[in-house]
């Protein structure tokens, strides 16, 4: 059928890839000249991305130690099996160790230092303790090999060696080692801001009217609340604006306010092309639109512009849409804005134990659930509006358009413990 000569060809979907690549080249990171960095206590790093190299002015460990509790001995000293020593000293962990004596043992603990002229360290369960005090020794069950159980100085980290990297997110592990290295404190690029608002007439705060009074079509505004403590996870800070009515002069009263003191403004709903969808022409009023609508399911309709000199996204109103769009489009953006480069999710290949048989021509995400076979079972309806998807499942198989899946066809699932952490 021939569309009338008055009516627009409408423009095909963008893929995902090309949209996403777009959307990352308007990041700027967040370490240039124009966004100061903050120095924090390591202690408070946590989830926060650096801003500068820690490199390491010492060495991890500083010296030769014990990895357990034992006798340091050399291992010339025990030719074989059931050799007796006379234990010289005892060492603890911060106490400095005196020459090991030829012919003798020294009752070492873990993290202790390893003293001079011992070449191994025989745990204690492989040795039998003979006497205390002046007349102790210690007979060695087994003939120890050089170098057991000594954990060598500066194995962890060389002097000199750049232990982390600028644009890496700093979780547990790295604010441990940044304070192996001395660091108190740590330089990471500052917190995105972001204003967030809601747009439709629909909506209703929990709490402010009880379930059985809900006005026919009226619902429980849901987006609010998860897309708030997905923009906290990465690390923002959140002004949460509320819900803005179906009007466009009001659409555009909420974005001039959000544009005067925020990074990025994110807005839910109200970017279809329905009568009542006023976000992308107040977008358009006030600024610019560069990207609208991209061929994934769900999240068809995603926007990104700017307003003044705010970055603006707006996410489609149907929550699976909204929290699907939010990790493949919203996450890497967020990340690369405060200079993470790493922004791509890990995917593995997993073996699908359902049929899908649909092919849709829009890339797919569908929510599975991995069991306990090592596969990964559907759930059964993957409506853009059941959240309850995105709860019973712990990850999404990332479906190219077009494909049909088999029970037993590798498939490629990313895991919401990567899209959320």
């Not at 009007?247 to 109200?270: F, N, P, V």
């Not at 890497?332 to 791509?344: C, M, S």
């Not at 048989?357 to 059941?386: C, I, T, Y």
């Amino acid at each position: 059928m021939n569309l009338p000569a008055d009516r627009p060809v409408p423009k095909p979907l963008r893929p995902l890839d090309d949209v996403l690549a777009e959307l990352l080249g308007y990041a700027r990171p967040l370490r240039e000249a124009d966004w100061p960095v903050e120095t924090v206590s390591t202690f408070e790093a946590d989830g926060r991305v650096l801003a500068e190299e820690v490199v390491s002015p010492l060495q991890v460990p500083p010296h030769d130690n014990s990895a357990m509790d034992g006798y340091a001995v050399c291992c010339a000293d025990v030719p074989a099996p059931g050799t007796e020593l006379e234990v010289s000293q005892r060492i603890a962990a911060g106490q400095a160790p005196s020459p090991l004596r030829p012919g003798t043992a020294a009752r070492i603990f873990t993290g202790a230092p390893v003293p001079e002229g011992a070449d191994a360290v025989l745990m204690q369960e492989h040795c039998e303790a003979l006497g205390e005090g002046a007349t102790a020794r210690v007979r060695l069950l087994q003939a120890p090999r050089p170098g057991l159980a000594i954990r060598r100085a500066g194995e962890d980290v060389a002097r000199g060696s750049v232990v982390l990297a600028a644009g890496q997110r700093l979780g547990p592990a790295s604010l441990g080692l940044a304070a192996s290295v001395g660091r108190a404190q740590l330089q990471v690029a500052r917190r995105p801001r972001v204003a967030l608002f809601s747009t439709g007439d629909e909506l209703v705060m929990p709490g402010e009217v009880p379930p059985e009074q809900l006005k026919a079509g009226a619902i429980y505004n849901s987006n609010r609340f998860f897309l708030r403590a997905l923009l906290l996870r990465m690390g923002c800070e959140v002004s949460d604006l509320g819900i803005v009515p179906d009007q466009l002069q009001a659409t555009q009263a909420a974005l001039a306010e959000a544009a005067r003191e925020h990074d990025l403004i994110l807005t839910s709903g109200g970017v279809s092309v329905g009568e009542e969808d006023h976000v992308k022409p107040a977008v358009q009023a006030l600024g610019e639109l560069h990207l609208w609508q991209l061929a994934i399911k769900p999240g068809k309709p995603f926007a990104y512009g700017r307003v003044g000199t705010s970055h603006f996204v707006g996410l489609p109103g149907n929550p699976v849409s909204g929290f699907v769009t939010f990790l493949m489009l919203v996450r890497p953006f967020l990340l690369r804005l405060q200079g993470v480069q790493a922004v791509a999710p890990k995917a593995v290949a997993l073996p699908a134990h359902f049929d899908w048989g649909k092919g849709d021509k829009r890339r797919e995400f569908l929510r599975v659930w991995r069991n306990a076979q090592g596969g990964l079972d559907l759930f059964p309806n993957q409506s853009s509006g059941v959240l309850t998807s995105a709860v019973w499942g712990d990850g999404l198989v990332d479906n190219p358009a077009g494909t049909v899946i088999r029970q037993g066809d590798p498939v490629s699932f990313v895991s919401f413990a990567e899209l959320l952490s």
